[in-house]
């Protein structure tokens, strides 16, 4: 067993279960402190200690880092990119401050490691669109984008400048079932699985040629902990790494649901998230994370959506 001690901050959001449950079972329950502004997650419940923080509180933060030991960070707190752009200044000010509380405290404090996740949707309409490269134009246009843009350049400063060990993926979209999705623009392919199942049809709000980079929950979290627990001198990239999986449209995973529920139709309504989806590249190069750390993933679209369905 491990000797850190970890804190995760939005422990009850749809990454920050699945990782605590999983960071829980590597290092320990009581080794890791599950921290949320909302009510403790039901799965979370008895499986290792839970406070309730709010991340822009840079006090509470600092004291519970001291009181608890904290030796790594993983922050989660967000506010996504379909919620960002209904209220942008809200959105721009949370995912700034809680990153810049993190970094600080963790400067101050000398922690050993900080994650943080960026987002595919730092590329923007001038990224190139097919295996969008590491290092090519970076136009975000959502304010989700552009705060995660900032953030990474907020890392690297960090790491650069003050030696802060913090490490980031650029996730594309995440698809699971042990937690719901908390307002992104890829979200219609988790409520697709939901539907096809309770209702046998469902209304998209993407076209069905749009085509968004994806992944699967259990391969996010292997990445994240890969990254995570590989060896200094590999990590080349301070910002944030390009991380992929697979890359798929409405059609297409429709389809493939199809192959298991015969019955199953799907139609079409793009409203405000068409927009942000097409800002946003289509498949991604990963080959960095690939060559950096050894990322390789798992789950490919028919792999996924035969193990969502069998897990619903
Ligand atoms: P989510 O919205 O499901 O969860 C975020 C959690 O943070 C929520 O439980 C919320 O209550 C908590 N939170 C919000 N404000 C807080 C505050 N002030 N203090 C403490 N907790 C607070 O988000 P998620 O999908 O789990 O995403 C986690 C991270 O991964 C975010 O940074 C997000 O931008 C990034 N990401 C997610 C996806 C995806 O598809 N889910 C894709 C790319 C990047």
New binding site residues.
């Given amino acids: 067993m491990k000797k850190d001690k970890i804190l995760v901050?939005?422990?009850?959001?749809?990454?920050?279960?699945e990782l605590t449950l999983t960071l829980r079972k590597i290092y320990g329950d009581t080794n890791v402190v599950a921290?949320?502004?909302?009510e403790e997650?039901e799965l979370l419940k008895g499986s290792g200690p839970y406070v309730s923080?709010?991340?822009?509180?840079k006090e509470m933060l600092h004291v519970l880092v001291i009181r608890h030991n904290i030796t790594q960070i993983y922050?989660?707190?967000?506010?996504?990119?379909a919620?960002g752009e209904k209220n942008p200044l809200l959105a721009w000010h949370?995912?700034m401050q809680?990153l810049l509380n993190v970094l600080d405290i963790a400067k101050e404090e000398g922690l050993d490691k900080v994650y943080?996740?960026?987002?595919?949707?730092v590329f923007g309409p001038n990224s190139p669109k097919e295996t969008t490269p590491q290092h090519t134009v970076i136009e975000p246009t959502t304010i989700?984008g552009i705060s995660?843009f900032a953030g990474e350049r907020w890392c690297e400063y960090y790491n650069h400048r003050y030696g802060v060990d913090v490490r980031s993926l650029?996730?594309?979209?995440?698809?699971?079932y042990k937690?719901?999705?908390?307002?992104?623009t890829?979200?219609y392919a988790i409520e697709i699985f939901h539907e096809a199942q309770e209702e046998k049809k469902y209304t998209c709000f993407l076209s069905e040629d749009t085509y968004l980079p994806m992944?699967y929950m259990p391969d996010?979290i292997r990445a994240t902990i890969e990254l995570m627990e590989a060896e200094q001198p590999k990590i080349s990239v301070r910002s944030s790494y390009n991380l992929g999986a697979m890359s798929f449209s409405p059609k297409e995973i429709a389809a493939e649901i199809k192959k298991h529920i015969p019955d199953f139709t799907i139609s079409y309504q793009s409203d405000y998230r068409q927009q942000i989806a097409d800002g946003w590249p289509k498949s991604i190069n990963d080959e960095l994370a690939r060559k950096d750390w050894g990322w390789k993933p798992d789950y490919d679209l028919p792999k996924m959506v035969t193990d969502m369905l069998k897990n619903l």
């Fill in positions: 901050i939005g422990a009850c959001g749809q990454i920050g279960v921290s949320d502004l909302r997650h923080l709010d991340v822009m509180n922050l989660l707190a967000a506010i996504l990119s919620t949370i995912n809680s943080w996740p960026s987002s595919i949707a989700y995660k650029r996730y594309p979209g995440l698809i699971s937690s719901a999705p908390g307002g992104g890829t979200d992944m996010a």
